[in-house]
Nanobody
C-alpha cells in the first residue's frame, strides 16, 4: 500500500506563488508516472499536471500551462508542483496521485493511489 502526503498549501493573494510537495511512503513510485489533480468547491476533480517516471516528460492542463511546473525527485520519493501567478480560479484542494503507467496521463482512471489533498486558496 502506497501512502502519499501532500503539503505546502495555504492562503495566498492573486499573483503569489506556492510550492506543493507530495512524498510517497515507498521507493517504488520512481517507476511510475505521477500526477496532480484538483477539485474546486462544487466541481468535479480535474487534471492539472503529470510527469513520467524519469521526469523527462511533462504535460499540463491548458488552464495552468506556463504558470505551474511539475517535477520529481525519485531519490526523495517526492513530486512537486511549483505554482506561480496564482489566480482565484486556482482555489481548490490539490491531490497528488501515482499512476499505473510509466508514461504521462491526464486520466484519473490511470491513477491508482491518491493522497488526502492540500487546500490552496487564492483570494485578495
Amino acid at each position: 500500500q502506497v501512502q502519499l502526503a501532500e503539503s505546502g498549501g495555504g492562503l495566498v493573494h492573486p499573483g503569489d506563488s506556492l510550492r506543493l510537495s507530495c512524498e510517497a511512503s515507498i521507493r517504488t513510485i520512481s517507476g511510475y508516472a505521477m500526477g496532480w489533480f484538483r477539485q474546486a468547491p462544487g466541481k468535479g476533480r480535474e487534471f492539472v499536471a503529470t510527469i513520467n517516471w524519469s521526469g523527462s516528460t511533462t504535460y499540463y492542463a491548458a488552464s495552468v500551462e506556463g504558470r505551474l511546473t511539475i517535477s520529481r525527485d525519485n531519490a526523495r520519493n517526492t513530486v512537486y508542483l511549483q505554482m506561480t501567478d496564482l489566480k482565484p480560479d486556482d482555489t481548490a484542494v490539490y491531490y497528488c496521485a501515482v499512476a499505473t503507467t510509466t508514461y504521462t496521463s491526464s486520466l484519473s482512471s490511470d491513477y491508482r493511489y491518491w493522497g488526502q489533498g492540500t487546500q490552496v486558496t487564492v483570494s485578495s
